[in-house]
C-alpha cells in the first residue's frame, strides 16, 4: 500500500523521501572531505609542536655534523636536479598551506636529473648525499625557494652559486619534505611560533566550514513544479514564450499583396468561377489609410524583480549585490539548481555559467566542471 501524507498525497512522500537522501548524501560525503582536511590540519599541528632531532640520528651517515647541529629527518630516495636558465626565485617563507591539487610524477621542462642519492634535513642546512659527492643548501644562505606546485620539485637559490639547484622527490613524499624543510627553516631563523600561528589559523578558519546536517523534507514542502520536467526552469521559460509570441503576432501584421478583396463573379460558359476584383471608386486625390498602431512588444524586464533575476525562494537570495553567503540555509537546492557535492565547497555561493550554483566561490577550481564562474549570490 502506498504511503501518503496528511492530505492523502503520494507524490508528495515521494518528492520527501528523495530529497531526504539526496541531502544526506551530499551531507556525508561533505563531511567526510571536510573531516580528512581536518584530520590533516591536526596532524601537521602536532608535527610542527614535537618537530626535534638528535645528533644520534645522523650515527651511519656519511656527514660531518658541527656541534651545535642534529639531524631532523631523512628521506633515503631523492635526486638533484639543475635548471640552466631560472628567474629569480621568491625568498624563502613561512607559508604552510597545502598545494592546490595532487602532484604529478613528473618533471617539469628545463630541468634535468644530475645526481641521486640521501636527503637529509638537518637544524642548520639540507643535504644531499649523492653518488657524484655531497650538496649542501645552508638556510643562512638561502636567497630563494620555490615548490613546484603540480610536480615534487624543490628548487633553491643561494648566494654565489649557478646553476639553481633543487630537489626531485617521490610524490608520496614531497608533501612532509615540504613541510619539515619550513620547520628547519622556521627554526633556524627564531620563528617557529610563527608557523604555529599560521596553524591554528588554518584550523580555526576550517572550523567554521564544517558542513552541518541539512533540515529534513516534509511532504507538505513539496511544489507543483515538481510536476514538470526541469521544474521552474521549464516554467520560467514557457512563461517568457506565452509573454512574446502573442506580440510576435501583433508586429507581423499580415496584409494582401494584391490589394483588396477578392470576390466569385457569375459562371462563365466554361462552367469554372472566375475571380474578379471590384472596382475602386474614383478619387480626385488617393489618401492611404491609415495603418492601425501596432503594440508594443512586451518587455521581460527585471528592473523591479528585488531578486534581479534570481529564482524565486523564500531565502533572500539574489543577484542584486550585498553580503556573500558563506552559510547557505540547508533548503538552498530546494530553490536553486546544485552542482553535484555542493556541501563538499569551501566558499560562498556563486551562480555557474550553465545556470547550476556552487558553494566554492573564491576558489580557483569553482565551477570547473559547469564552464566557469558567472556571478555571485548575496543576500
Known amino acids: 500500500m502506498a504511503k501518503t501524507d496528511s492530505t492523502g498525497s503520494t507524490w508528495r512522500y515521494r518528492w520527501a523521501q528523495r530529497q ?10 561533505a563531511e567526510t572531505a571536510w573531516r580528512r582536511r581536518d584530520d590533516e590540519l591536526r596532524r601537521l ?9 638528535s645528533a644520534a640520528a645522523g ?6 655534523l658541527a656541534a651545535d647541529e642534529v639531524v ?8 638533484l636536479v639543475e635548471v640552466r636558465h631560472t628567474p629569480v626565485l621568491p625568498a624563502p617563507d613561512l607559508t604552510v598551506a597545502p598545494p592546490p591539487g595532487p602532484l604529478r610524477p613528473r618533471r617539469p621542462d628545463g630541468v634535468r636529473v644530475t645526481d641521486a642519492g640521501m636527503a637529509v634535513i638537518t637544524s642548520r642546512r639540507l643535504v644531499l648525499l ?3 659527492g655531497r650538496r ?29 639547484a633543487g630537489l626531485l622527490l617521490p610524490t608520496d613524499a614531497a608533501p612532509d619534505f615540504r613541510f619539515k624543510l619550513t620547520l628547519a627553516f622556521a627554526d633556524a631563523i627564531e620563528q617557529r611560533a610563527a608557523v604555529l600561528a599560521q596553524l591554528d589559523e588554518l584550523i580555526a578558519e576550517h572550523a567554521e566550514l564544517k558542513p552541518f546536517r541539512p533540515a529534513v523534507a516534509t511532504p507538505g514542502q513539496a511544489r507543483l513544479t515538481s510536476f514538470v520536467p526541469g521544474g521552474r526552469r521549464t516554467i520560467a521559460v514557457a512563461a517568457a514564450l506565452a509573454l512574446l509570441v502573442p506580440a510576435a503576432l501583433v508586429e507581423s501584421d499580415p496584409s494582401d499583396p494584391t490589394g483588396g478583396p477578392e470576390v466569385a463573379a457569375a459562371a462563365t460558359p466554361s462552367g469554372e468561377p472566375v475571380l474578379v476584383r471590384p472596382a475602386a471608386p474614383a478619387l480626385t486625390r488617393a489618401t492611404p489609410p491609415a495603418k492601425p498602431t501596432k503594440s508594443p512588444r512586451p518587455a521581460l524586464s527585471t528592473t523591479g524583480d528585488p531578486r534581479c533575476g534570481a529564482p524565486e525562494n523564500p531565502l533572500g537570495y539574489g543577484f542584486c549585490g550585498g553580503t556573500r553567503i558563506r552559510r547557505p540555509a540547508a533548503e538552498v537546492c530546494d530553490w536553486f539548481d546544485c552542482v553535484p557535492q555542493f556541501w563538499a565547497g569551501r ?5 555557474c555559467r550553465d545556470g547550476s550554483v556552487s558553494l566554492a566561490g573564491g576558489s580557483a577550481n569553482a565551477c570547473a566542471e559547469h564552464r566557469g564562474v558567472r556571478r555571485t549570490i548575496t543576500k
Open 130 to 132: 649523492g653518488g657524484r
Open 136 to 164: 649542501d643548501w645552508a638556510y643562512g644562505r638561502m636567497t630563494g625557494l620555490a615548490h613546484d606546485p603540480a610536480s615534487p620539485v624543490t628548487l633553491i637559490q643561494v648566494l654565489d652559486r649557478r646553476p639553481t
Open 347 to 351: 566558499g560562498y555561493l556563486v551562480q
Open 20 to 29: 531526504n537522501v539526496r541531502r544526506v548524501s551530499t551531507y556525508r560525503g
Open 45 to 53: 599541528r602536532a608535527l610542527a609542536a614535537d618537530f626535534q632531532g
Open 72 to 79: 631532523l629527518w631523512v628521506l633515503p630516495a631523492a635526486q
Open 59 to 64: 650515527d651511519g651517515l656519511p656527514l660531518e
